[in-house]
Nanobody
Framework: QVQLVESGGGLVQPGGSLRLSCAAP????????VGWYRQAPGKERELVAV???????NYADSVKGRFTISRDNAKSTMYLQMNSLKPDDTAVYYC???????????????WGQGTQVTVSS
């Protein structure tokens, strides 16, 4: 059962921008810690950016200054703004979040389905 739905991937030229979104059913869940990961062909999945429940962030060195992780708690949605994109950023991007079930308080980790980002001229 999919609990995180991603959107926003696509094809962009080098130097361009994209914004990825990842939404949880806001009537059921709230967001705790959230993160974005990516996996390029033939490579392992790697961390891109994470944000703790209280808003502290951490980024991979390769994306610092270009990517920004954010969240809208009222919408139970997280975002990844990607600027100055490079061909090396080409990968499938996955969101990840600790979702707190509003009815019970139970917290469980979930992954999004992945969205393709291709940076090419």
């Amino acid at each position: 059962q999919v609990q995180l739905v991603e959107s926003g991937g696509g094809l962009v030229q080098p130097g361009g921008s994209l914004r990825l979104s990842c939404a949880a059913p806001r009537s059921i869940f709230s967001l705790n810690a959230v993160g974005w990961y990516r996996q390029a062909p033939g490579k392992e999945r790697e961390l891109v950016a994470v944000m703790s429940r209280d808003g502290n962030t951490n980024y991979a060195d390769s994306v610092k200054g270009r990517f920004t992780i954010s969240r809208d708690n009222a919408k139970s949605t997280m975002y990844l703004q990607m600027n100055s994109l490079k061909p090396d950023d080409t990968a499938v991007y996955y969101c990840n979040a600790d979702l707190r079930r509003l009815a019970s308080g139970y917290v469980k980790n979930y992954w999004g389905q992945g969205t393709q980002v291709t940076v090419s001229s």
